[in-house]
Each structure stands twice: as C-alpha cells, then as structure tokens.
C-alpha cells in the first residue's frame, strides 16, 4: 500500500478518525459528480467539510476501483490514474504552481480490486473560468480587466507546457481564477490525464483546441488576444499562424465529432 498525508492536516484527519486508507474508503459521501464507470471499474469525487476550532474546511475527497491506465513504469500492471495525478499535483506544488494541494493519498487492494482516494483542499476564493466568463456581471468588467484574466490564463498553461506536461482536459471548468475582475490567479485542476511529453508545440496544439472548442462566448478579438499572450507575440508569424491554423482545425473536428456522438444516442 502506497500513502501520504500532508503534515499541516494529519492532526485535522486523526481528529475525525480519517487519518489512514480504510476510514477515508469506509467514509460516505455525497457524490460531486457522479461516479463515472468505464476501464472496467468507477471513478468519482465529492465535497467534504472538516471543522476545526469552530471553523469548517472545505475538501475534495475522490475515490475509484479498478480505474487505471497502462504505464510503461508499471507494466504490466495497470496504474491508478489517481497516482498520476498525485504525482503531478506533488511536482506542481515543488514549482510553486497554483493546483489544489495534496492532503491524502493512499491506494490498497481489496477483494482483488486496486482501489485509490486521492483528497485534496478546496481551492478557496477560486471560481472555474467557465462560471466567471459566462456570467451576466462579466460584462460589466473592463476591457483591460478581461485581457488581464485571458494574459493570466495563458501564462499559467504556457508554464504548464514549459514543464513539458500535456493537461489533456483544458476545459473552462478545470481552469479555477480568483479576483478575476482585479488581480487573476489562475490554478489547474483534475490532472489525472496529464502526461509528460517533451514537445512543447504539440503541447500547444492538443490543450488549446481543447480550451477554443469548450471556451463559449468568446470573441474571435479574445481568441486572438489569448493565443498571442500564450506565445508570448505582438504579431503572428509564419509558424505561429501555422499552429493557430491547426488548433482552430483541430477544434472544429472534435466538435464535429462531439456533435455526431450525441446524435448517435439521441
């Protein structure tokens, strides 16, 4: 069995008796999403609250069986994605990257079973992009503010992809910002289909269709803007038009394809 506990909440988890592996499994919750069963086995997470000295403490708490990916380190067992993404959420936080921090993690076999809790604090005063870019009072916010938000955004992915990572989900909604009308900060979160890869401009192309496919709203000028201040230009160049053309096409297919999935089951 592999765990961690982050040192600075031991004393919280040992106080409600949620300090090891099978009390955090044995733990009821209330599903945030519902648990999502696919590689012959389930994956969810959900919302806790701890109180310490009168004040509550908010969590994420996630849990799965039998949900894992094949890697070549652990070959030819399967890992739990959720191993991955401990990791990932470790050597963030050592580059002082904004993602949510580790409280717990722990993995054992039960029943023949590999099952993993990965807990992690609630990023607090932190909204997703999608929430804030979509609401009726965003509009409201200046011109100058909202190019701040998108700069903000751009350089926290641009960073990710310097550390020769690939989110592979940059969705609005894994993208969390606070003061975005004043100061942005931006922090990544649900990083369990993040992988290492070396090529930065490949990095580009898979994240950034993501983010233009599920970013709606936004003006093609705030398109624009946001991949200038990704690759860190005044002016588009030949190969930064190049890969902007591929983004935008690679966008357009997964839409497409999206589209031609939902129809399918209607």
Not at 30 to 42: T, V
Not at 173 to 187: D, L, R
Not at 197 to 219: E, T
Request: net charge positive; proline share 4%.
């Amino acid at each position: 069995m592999n765990t961690f506990i982050s040192p600075e909440y031991a004393s919280l988890l040992h106080q409600h008796q949620l300090d090891g592996f099978a009390q955090l499994w044995a733990h009821e919750v209330k599903w945030f999403e519902a648990p999502n069963h696919r590689r012959g086995g389930w994956s969810g997470v959900a919302r806790m609250e701890l109180e310490a000295h009168g004040k509550k403490h908010g969590f994420f708490i996630k849990k799965q069986q039998n949900h894992g990916r094949w890697s070549l380190a652990t070959f030819p067992k399967q890992e739990p994605t959720f191993r991955r993404e401990f990791k990932h959420l470790q050597f963030l936080q050592s580059k002082q990257f904004a993602a949510p921090e580790v409280v717990f993690y722990g993995e054992q076999i039960i029943d023949g079973q590999m099952c993993a809790v990965l807990m992690t604090k609630e990023l607090a005063e932190y909204r997703p992009l999608d929430s804030v870019t979509e609401a009726p009072d965003f509009e409201t916010i200046s011109k100058s503010s909202k190019r701040q938000l998108l700069q903000s955004v751009a350089t926290a992915i641009r960073r990710l992809h310097g550390f020769h990572l690939v989110h592979r989900a940059m969705y609005p909604k894994h993208i969390f910002v606070a003061n975005a009308a004043s100061s942005p900060a931006v922090a990544l979160i649900d990083l369990e289909k993040t992988r290492y890869s070396p090529f930065f401009w490949y990095n580009a192309y898979f994240d950034l269709a993501a983010l233009n496919r599920h970013s709606v709203g936004w003006s093609k000028a705030s398109r624009l803007y946001f991949f200038k201040q990704y690759c860190q230009i005044a002016q588009l160049t030949w190969s930064s038009k190049w890969l902007c053309r591929c983004i935008v096409a690679r966008s357009k297919r997964q839409k497409a394809a999206s589209k031609k999935r939902i129809k399918s089951i209607e």
